[in-house]
Structure formats: structure tokens, C-alpha cells
């Protein structure tokens, strides 16, 4: 899904680099996120943020997907990344090899994604066995909650239940190893088996 113009504004403002830096990141490290020597996907990656935050964790490459050509435009310009590659990608349909991937990391994107179940497939396809994935959502109350206020129009055939969610991680083939409810998120580490 392709963000309206106001949510494009937030989540490339500082009030949204702040949240990431100081609240979501150091959250998911606390359940287990480490990257040193893994090769890294990042599903959502839009403006790059997340990727200078994960390149802190010096992992062997990384590589950002997002289906917007304008975020990834933003992403190739960030400073200090420069093994990073960022790819205009439906994450729905990856072009990538199976088992390639450590670690994938989804922060706050798979509510903008009708077909967030095919996303979840494709992640546990292109992670090796025993590959992590941290995954980051805010609660559907909280997504209606700021499509009344600020009209941000996700799509409603996107949201799902905190129990929807974790029924279908087990039945992909993850096995949850952490979670962490922080009002309004919810941050998993999940394992593929």
C-alpha cells in the first residue's frame, strides 16, 4: 500500500526517527535482536532509518525492501551505508532465493499490507532454518484510533488481531521466542523451524 501524503509526512519526521531510535529499536534488541555477521533483510524499510539502526548491529549485508520507488529514493541517500542495498520490492512476491537470509525485521509495516499473511510466508521462505524474524505492530485500536484522527486510510482488509497474527506465525512454521507488549505495540522474535 502506498501511504497518503500526511502519514508519508510522519513517518519520515523526527517525532517518528525519535520513537524509532529511543522506544522500538532498543525494545526489540531487548528481546533478542542481534545482527553481527548475519545477512540482514529489512521488509518496510522506507526512508533507511531502520536500516542505520540496524547497521549498529554491523551485520555481514543488509538489504531494505519497500514497495514505495519514494522511500527508497530517501534510503539511498542516507550517509555511512554504503554495503546497504535498498530494492523496490512487493513484499508479498520477494525476488529472493530461498534460505538466504539470518534475520528479517519488520518494524511497524505489515498493518499497511492487504496480503500481510503472504508477507509472513515469504519471510519464513527466504530465512535459513533456525533464522530469526523481529516484527514490531501497533494494536488495531490504536491503527483506528489514528485513521480517525489523522485519516490515514489504511487499508481495513490489513488489520489483524494480536491472536490472528500468532496463529498464523506457528502456522507458517515460527516458533515464538519472545514477546513484548508495549502499549500500543506488539514486538515479537519469532524462529523459523
Not at 21 to 48: A, H, M, N, Q, T
Not at 53 to 70: A, C, K, N, Q
Not at 74 to 84: D, I, R, S, V
Amino acid at each position: 500500500m502506498r501511504l497518503v501524503d500526511a502519514e508519508f509526512k510522519v513517518v519520515n519526521g523526527p517525532s517518528r526517527r525519535l520513537l524509532h531510535r529511543w522506544v522500538e529499536f532498543p525494545l526489540l534488541k531487548l528481546i533478542g535482536l542481534r545482527g553481527e555477521g548475519l545477512d540482514v533483510l529489512e521488509v518496510g524499510c522506507g526512508s533507511g532509518y531502520g536500516a542505520t539502526l540496524l547497521f549498529t548491529l554491523r551485520p555481514r549485508s543488509y538489504v531494505g525492501i519497500d514497495l514505495m520507488p519514494e522511500m527508497i529514493d530517501l534510503a539511498k541517500n542516507q550517509p555511512n551505508l554504503e554495503n546497504a542495498e535498498f530494492l523496490v520490492m512487493d513484499a508479498a512476491e520477494m525476488q529472493f532465493p530461498d534460505q538466504g537470509k539470518d534475520l528479517a525485521v519488520i518494524f511497524d509495516v505489515l498493518h499497511h499490507i492487504p496480503k500481510w499473511r503472504e508477507v509472513i510466508k515469504e519471510c519464513h521462505r527466504v530465512l535459513k532454518p533456525g533464522g530469526k524474524m523481529f516484527l514490531e505492530e501497533p494494536s488495531t485500536t490504536a491503527i483506528r484510533l489514528f485513521d480517525a484522527v489523522f485519516h490515514w486510510e489504511h487499508p481495513k482488509d490489513a488489520l489483524f488481531s494480536r491472536r490472528e497474527l500468532e496463529d498464523y506465525l506457528r502456522e507458517t512454521g515460527f516458533t515464538i521466542r519472545r514477546r513484548l507488549p508495549v502499549l500500543p505495540f506488539r514486538m515479537y522474535c519469532v524462529e523459523k523451524r
